[in-house]
Structure formats: C-alpha cells, structure tokens
C-alpha cells in the first residue's frame, strides 16, 4: 500500500506538473500576441490587418479590425473579441464568445486556421507578412530549371496573373526537358518559404532556397532539380 501510496502521489504530481505548464504556455501565448497582425488566404490575394491588444474586453480581449476588412475577408464583420483557448489555439470569436475562426501556431510567429467550406486562413506578424510580400515581388519573372551537374533543362516564367484562388500562372518556355514538359506546371505560389509549382492534373512540385541562394526540388535526390533566377 505504502508502494502504491508512492505511485498515486508521483502521478498526481505530474499531473500538476502538466498543468501547470500548460497554464503558463497559455499565459505567454496571451502576453505574446498583442501587436498587428495580417490575416489573410494562404497567399495574401486577400489581406486584412488586425490589431489585438491587452485589455479585456468581454469574454476575451480588444481587437482593432482596418475598415478594409469587411470587404477583403466578409466573416471579419463578426469578430469582436479574441481570446486563447486551451493550451495554444488563438480565437477570433464573437459577441457570445464563439469562435469565428480558432487559429493553431504552425511555426515560430505564423498561425494557421480553417474555416469549413471556404478554405484556410494564415495569421502573422504584419511585419513578416509584408517581407513576404516584398518576397514574392523579387519570384516574378524568368527562371531556368537546371540539373545538379549545371545542365539547363527547361525555362519557365512566373507571373503575378492571377490563376484562381491564391494561385499565378507560369509558363514554360520551348524546348524543356520531358519529364518538366510532362508535368507541365500552369500555376505557382509561394507558401511557407517555397516554391509551389502545380500542374493542371493536381501534382505539386516544391522547392526550396538553399545556402546558396538557388532553390532545389525536395524531397532532395541523388540528381537534383534547381530553379535559378535569371
């Protein structure tokens, strides 16, 4: 019994452990969210800039929304109110308090939330958002696809045309290696860091910046595929 006594008190102990960590990652989750915020589709075709603040505000606390936000992103016009929930959701809610669209981190300062029938949504420093931006401007233009040993395999153009929801079109140039021309991309997008080319059977390509500032198709092989800025 004296045993089980023992167990039953290093369970419990752990237990408050737990929870006690998971109040405090809550706690700072709620210090470290007050500032400006975007909010937007996945590749800021649409845009809103939120401004959550410290002080509360009903069931939750203050939030500032731009005039603009109502007509880029229509849901925004219930949101009065933000809030964290359990360990490490980031709610937008209602009068009432009910989530409006409950936003999850998915990496250091960017968040992610899904809205049913409409699609998912991105939350992020506006600072960053805005370097991103600046980001996608410097894609546009003409690259040239090449093999890991430098042999050029195809060109291709991105463009800011948009092609349907969050999407540009790219076109490939003359000439292009077989398995580049099969796969024959029709769109693009930059998401989390790469390069999405898409064709129009639904395959994705990804690439990635590398040190040294070319972008390489991963998962990685044995006989690379690189993008390169011309």
């Not at 039953?8 to 929870?19: E, P, Q, T």
């Not at 195809?154 to 140039?173: I, M, R, S, Y």
């Not at 290696?177 to 930059?190: C, E, H, K, V």
Request: with cysteine; hydrophobic share 45%; glycine share 8%.
């Amino acid at each position: 019994m004296r045993a089980l006594r023992g167990v039953a008190f290093a369970v419990a102990a752990c237990l408050a452990a737990i929870g006690i960590a998971h109040a405090q990652d809550a706690t700072t989750l709620k210090k470290q969210m007050p500032g400006q915020w975007e909010l937007s589709t996945t590749e800021r075709s649409k845009t809103c800039v939120v401004t959550l603040k410290g002080d509360a505000a009903g069931q939750g606390f203050k939030l500032e929304l731009e005039p603009a936000c109502k007509t880029a992103l229509p849901f925004t016009k219930d949101i009065v109110a933000w809030n964290v929930r359990g360990l490490d959701i980031v709610r937008l809610q209602d009068a009432t308090g009910e989530a409006v669209i409950d936003f999850t981190e998915v990496e250091a300062g960017i968040f992610e939330g899904l809205r049913q029938g409409e699609g998912v949504y991105i939350l992020q420093d506006l600072a960053a958002a805005r370097s991103m931006a600046k980001s996608m401007d410097q894609m546009i233009g003409d690259w040239s696809m090449v093999r890991g040993n430098g042999q050029p395999v195809c060109g291709l153009t991105l463009t800011n045309t948009e092609a349907g929801p969050d999407n540009f079109q790219v076109f490939l140039k003359p000439k292009c290696d077989a398995a580049i021309a099969q796969f024959n991309p029709t769109q693009w997008r930059l998401e989390r860091g790469q390069i999405i080319l898409m064709s129009k059977a639904g395959e994705a390509w990804q690439f990635e910046a590398d040190d040294n500032a070319q972008w390489r198709r991963v998962p990685d092989t044995a006989d690379p595929l690189i993008m390169l800025r011309q």
